[in-house]
């Protein structure tokens, strides 16, 4: 498989099978297609078929070039990923290991986010603080079922954690005192609304969190808009210097700004450049996941826009960074050379195998998003995994179960997409998200122009 597309006068071609990328020029772009469909194609064919646009010889020169690639394995090359899928399923539900808890610490929040699919931190459900004995359980929990692997991830998350901070540095404790005992590493994160990110939650996190998620949706206007205070009142002018400060003791490392942009910001590229005018250069700001019933939903109608925002945003952050301004965009971080293993190219980030949500209660969920979907409870942190029938269904779903996918070309970039999204989109964790994929495809055409032009 092979997908072209020209974006800010780059001719680029991606084979899809290989990974490889390559800048063409007019008459190579021209001829792939000619030559992908039909691959004993004279060059007499060829010419014939270019109607005379190209003289023969370059005809001939440019032939030879793409039938060299292909020869390479550099283009044109089969699918030998399908094969594998089923082995690496199958391990993976029979034998599975747990590398990353999102612990809801707190199902409460300051702030009354229009979008927000916790229901004001809710989930569903009644208001909850996480205590320190159910927070133990959980990190037990995943040592215990962590097998050889070391490195393991704990995101603090909510409603909003620091509404429970007290719990949240006691928990980092007793991680840290596991740590010698199990020979495991935790790594820390934390994600907050910033509005009681004070000096001595920020002096904690500098020294305990491996990263910091930092809720903001850029512009004060659009921010206040979706992300008022329970008195709605806005947050922008509480949570912005909080923030500025955060990125700043970091040194603009180890954080992200995160925001979400819907039908009422389809101009997003304005919101982050106005992040990075604040002086953020770690960004991420992406789009609203609602029921389309809402009026801040995402519509068919906007795709076009949004997808003129993400060029935009490419060739912005191109000036911008070759006047020495640095800016990284989440969604345009892509990896050309090594990138993730095959098995997470085929099956995304783990949801439900790898990766489980903790509720206050302890309820364990296959991810933050599933919270509250009691057909996703899979168990609890005292009895452990007892829906094993989920495991198996999270775990067997793969680029090659979502008919969407197979002939994509940016499956093995997106790994299928969120799995959550597909679920609310389609009622099927094996669905596909329209506008969420449309979106995607064109992040992903961005990003890797912008290596094309950083490399030229």
């Not at 808890?101 to 931190?121: P, T, V």
């Not at 197979?406 to 799995?419: I, L, Q, T």
Request: aromatic share 10%; net charge negative; glycine share 8%.
């Amino acid at each position: 498989m092979v997908h072209e597309y020209k974006n800010n006068g780059y001719n680029i071609v991606l084979d899809v099978n290989s990974g490889a990328v390559h800048i063409v020029d007019d008459i190579v772009y021209d001829m792939i297609p000619l030559i992908e469909e039909d691959m004993d194609a004279s060059d007499k064919a060829l010419y014939e078929a270019l109607e005379g646009r190209y003289d023969m010889a370059d005809i001939s020169e440019a032939a030879s070039e793409i039938r060299q690639l292909k020869e390479d394995g550099a283009l044109f090359t089969p699918d030998s990923f399908e094969q594998y899928v089923d082995s690496f399923t199958k391990g993976k539900t029979e034998h599975p290991v747990v590398k990353a808890l999102c612990l809801h610490i707190a199902h409460d929040c300051n702030l009354r986010c229009k979008y927000c699919f916790a229901e004001e931190g809710e989930y569903h459900g009644r208001k909850a603080l996480m205590s320190y004995e159910v927070g133990c359980k959980a990190l037990d929990f995943l040592v215990a079922n962590s097998g050889a692997r070391r490195n393991l991830e704990v995101d603090f998350f909510g409603g909003e954690p620091t509404m429970n901070f007290e719990v949240v540095k006691k928990l980092v404790e007793y991680g840290r005192s596991l740590e010698k005992e199990h020979d495991k590493n935790f790594r820390f994160t934390l994600t907050t609304n910033g509005v009681l990110l004070n000096d001595e939650i920020l002096d904690f996190a500098n020294k305990e969190m491996h990263n910091l998620v930092l809720s903001i949706d850029g512009r004060k206007e659009i921010n206040d808009r979706m992300r008022p205070t329970a008195n709605q009142k806005g947050s922008y002018d509480v949570i912005l210097p909080h923030f500025q400060k955060a990125a700043e003791s970091r040194n603009q490392q180890n954080y992200y700004v995160r925001g979400t942009y819907t039908h009422y910001n389809t101009d997003f590229s304005k919101d982050v450049l106005h992040l990075h005018d604040l002086g953020f250069e770690q960004i991420s700001v992406e789009p609203v996941v609602c029921d389309p019933k809402e009026d801040y939903a995402l519509r068919e109608e906007d795709v076009p826009a949004l997808l003129e925002q993400y060029d935009i945003l490419a060739r912005e952050i191109i000036k911008r960074r070759k006047e020495g301004r640095f800016i990284n965009f989440f969604h345009f971080m892509i990896d050309l050379e090594g990138g993730p293993c095959v098995a997470k190219r085929l099956s995304g980030c783990g949801a439900g195998l790898e990766y489980l949500a903790v509720t206050p209660w302890g309820d364990i969920y296959p991810c933050h998003q599933f919270v509250g979907e009691e057909r996703f409870l899979m168990g609890n942190v005292y009895d452990g995994i007892t829906k094993d029938e989920i495991v198996k269904e999270f775990g067997r779903a793969n680029v090659y179960t979502k008919p969407e996918c197979r002939e994509c070309f940016a499956k093995f970039y997106c790994s299928g997409g969120c799995m959550a999204n597909s679920f609310h989109a389609t009622g099927n964790i094996n669905g596909n998200y329209g506008i969420g994929c449309k979106l995607q495809r064109k992040r992903i055409e961005c990003a890797i122009m912008i290596k094309a032009a950083e490399s030229s």
